[in-house]
């Protein structure tokens, strides 16, 4: 954890991106870290843990990362949590709360309020459209007898 808040810190002070960083670890041995670079790299995706799950499953050699820890130093956002659970993480760690990165002017409430709105209420406009066909590459993916389940 303190690996991840001193990244934290030297990304806020280098201007790098936000004040947070991830690092992963499996057994006791760090795997990966990751920084902030949304706003260097023009990528609101490109969150500290997602960051570090990225290089993690590089270093690994696999997507899912079952045996692995991650240690953030701000409670992970609904996207960062949602990318830890896909990785199958057995563990989440983290630091400052999603309270007090409110506080700091990082505030995901609304998207956790929006998830529990149905789709076609919520506040960006939201349409299904061609479910049908959609189905296609459904149908595709059942079809393959050598497909990689996840």
């Not at 057994?27 to 290089?55: F, L």
Request: glycine share 8%; hydrophobic share 45%.
């Amino acid at each position: 954890m303190q690996m991840a808040i001193e990244l934290a810190v030297r990304n806020a002070r280098e201007g790098a991106g936000g004040p947070f960083a991830a690092v992963v670890v499996k057994g006791g041995r760090v795997i990966a870290a990751g920084t902030n670079r949304v706003t260097s790299t023009n990528d609101p995706t490109a969150h500290a843990e997602v960051i570090a799950i990225r290089e993690a499953c590089r270093s690994l050699g696999t997507f899912q990362l079952a045996g692995c820890e991650i240690y953030a130093s701000c409670e992970p956002c609904p996207m960062c949590l949602g990318a830890i659970y896909w990785a199958r993480l057995d563990r989440i760690c983290y630091a400052a709360s999603a309270a007090d990165a409110a506080r700091a002017g990082f505030d995901d409430a609304f998207i956790y309020r929006e998830l529990a709105v149905p789709a076609g209420q919520r506040s960006i406009p939201t349409t299904q459209t061609m479910r049908e066909e959609g189905l296609a590459a459904f149908a595709e993916w059942a079809s393959r007898p050598d497909k990689v389940p996840y």
